[in-house]
Structures are given as structure tokens and as C-alpha cells.
């Protein structure tokens, strides 16, 4: 199955349910097509580079001391969940992407830097539906590393347990949907 490279302080959120959107361009090696989604399930992978306070909400920064205290043996890596697309969009509307900090831990002065990173391309806005699966461990690949956003991980799950209920979902989704429109 596909595998989504994330900050492993956003994965701990999106699998406690303080995140529900991804906003995505790309990694160093996609600057030519920008982000794309690749799969519509897909492994949460978490890593652990380019993560700093600053660039988290001070009420969500104990996700960044929980992973630095719990990182994996040398050369492997652990997953822990799955998602699935919901909607996915591309927006460049400054106040849009300002009106969805209640969907994402970030700080705003990081979100700032990510749309100044290649501004002529939209920013993919992914709000997704989370599960918890039993902890997968695998070895590190060397096809893995480098600043890409997706990799395959020859790996499959069985179905895994929401992180929100289906209410909380549509909650959010209809709050979300108000406003991208």
C-alpha cells in the first residue's frame, strides 16, 4: 500500500483527532508537478526531520517531545495508522487557507512559509478520515529517504478503528466545506 510521508508530530495529531487536513506542495523532488495525491488510502509514515516548535501551535507541541521521546530503532520505523481521502482540493486563496488553522496544528508562521515556498502553485488542501491500526514496524529503505511525499512500503492492512466517530466526522466536514465555499 501506498505510504504518505508525514511529520510524525502531525501523524500523532491526525491519530488523537486534532488534525483533519493535510495542506501539501510537495516535497524537494516534486517541484515540477507540485503535491499530488497519489492514493485515496494510504499509510500514515511518520518522519521525523524539519519538525520544530515554532513551526507547531503551542497547544499541540507536547506530539513533538511525545515522538522525539518514543523514535524507532535505528533504521526502521513504525506505523500506526491509515486514512482515507475525503476531499481534495487545490486552493491559493490566502483567507481560505487561514480559516482552516481549526482543522490543523500548525502554526500560522509556518503556513506562511509554505505558501511562499513555490507561490505560483496552489496549496493541496486533503481532509482526511483517520484509523488506528495495530503498530506495523519495517526496516528503512534507502527508496525511502529523500524529500518525497510518497513511497511504497509493500505493506497491506486489515481494516483499522476510526479516530472520530462518523458524527464528529461529518461535523467537521461540514465545517470544512463551509469554508472552502
Known amino acids: 500500500m501506498e ?3 508525514e511529520w510524525a508530530t502531525v501523524v500523532k495529531a491526525l491519530e488523537n483527532g486534532d488534525q483533519s487536513v493535510l495542506l501539501r506542495k510537495g516535497g524537494i523532488l516534486e517541484t515540477a508537478s507540485g503535491f499530488k495525491v497519489e492514493s485515496k488510502k494510504f499509510f500514515l509514515f511518520p518522519t521525523f ?3 520544530e516548535l515554532a513551526y507547531i501551535k503551542p497547544q499541540f507541541q507536547h506530539y513533538l517531545n511525545e515522538v522525539k521521546n518514543n523514535h524507532p530503532k535505528k533504521g526502521h520505523n513504525k506505523i500506526s495508522s491509515y486514512a482515507e481521502v475525503i476531499v481534495d482540493l487545490e486552493i491559493s486563496s490566502e483567507d481560505k487557507i487561514k480559516a482552516l488553522s481549526p482543522f490543523h ?6 503556513i506562511n512559509e509554505r505558501q511562499n515556498w513555490m507561490p505560483e502553485k496552489p496549496m493541496s488542501v486533503i481532509f482526511l478520515k483517520v484509523y488506528k491500526i495495530p503498530e506495523i514496524e519495517i526496516p ?3 527508496e525511502y529517504h529523500g524529500c518525497k511525499s510518497w513511497i511504497d512500503i509493500n505493506a497491506d492492512t486489515e481494516d483499522g478503528e476510526s479516530v472520530l ?3 464528529e466526522i461529518n461535523s467537521r466536514l461540514k ?5 472552502m465555499n
Do not use: G
Not at 496544528?105 to 509556518?110: A, E, H, L, N, P
Not at 465545517?175 to 469554508?179: A, G, I, L, Q
Open 3 to 5: 505510504s504518505l510521508k
Open 49 to 51: 526531520e524539519h519538525q
Open 105 to 110: 496544528i500548525w502554526s500560522d508562521s509556518y
Open 140 to 142: 528503512l529503505k534507502s
Open 165 to 167: 466517530s462518523d458524527s
Open 175 to 179: 465545517k470544512f466545506r463551509d469554508v
